[in-house]
Structure formats: C-alpha cells, structure tokens
C-alpha cells in the first residue's frame, strides 16, 4: 500500500537536481502508485513536512518568514529575465549508440 496519495493541484516549474539514485526510486515509485514523478516530489515532500514537528515549530516562527527564495517557480514573474534565449527541444535526436544498433 502506498504511503501517499495523489491529487490534482495548481502546479509551479522549477529547476531541481537530485541524485541518480533518487531518480531512479521516483520513477519506480511513480510507477508503483501509478502516478507521475512530479506527483511523488511533491507529495512525498508535503509529507515530510507534515511530519516534522520540528519544522512545524520552524514555520510558526519569526526566523521563517526571513528565508531567502534559493528555489522560485519559473514564469510567474518573479524571476529576473534570462539573458539567453531559450533553447529549442531537440525533436528526433537518437544517442549513437541507438544509431549503431540499427545499422548491424
């Protein structure tokens, strides 16, 4: 039985980086409940932090409402615009090794 359950909510984008291993078990995870790797992130961090009496005495305090933005949703405005263009998709681009197999 899965530990968390999924709901449909407004949904931000941000640039995180995690470890291989932690993206290996999100996406074993997410096949597990049926669900999508944003999904778990976001659930299993809404766990933790329901969970965390600590952190609930963290939040209820001064010190937290002067905690820097390190993380900000991307295009609401917030951010400061980038210098660089955005960089396109690459639309049907295969690893060389995908291109060697079907040659043999």
């Not at 992130?41 to 820097?68: C, H, M, T, W």
């Amino acid at each position: 039985m899965p530990l968390i359950e999924v709901t449909q909510t407004r949904r931000v984008t941000a640039n995180v980086r995690f470890d291989d291993a932690i993206v290996m078990q999100i996406n074993q995870y997410a096949a597990f409940i049926g669900a999508t790797p944003d999904e778990v992130i976001n659930k299993g961090l809404e766990y933790l932090f329901e969970k965390d009496r600590e952190f609930a005495v963290f939040k209820s305090s001064d010190q937290s409402k002067n905690v820097p933005q390190l993380l900000r949703p991307r295009g609401t405005g917030n951010s400061v615009p980038s210098k660089t263009p955005p960089k396109k998709p690459s639309v049907g681009v295969e690893p060389n090794e995908a291109v060697a197999v079907r040659r043999a």
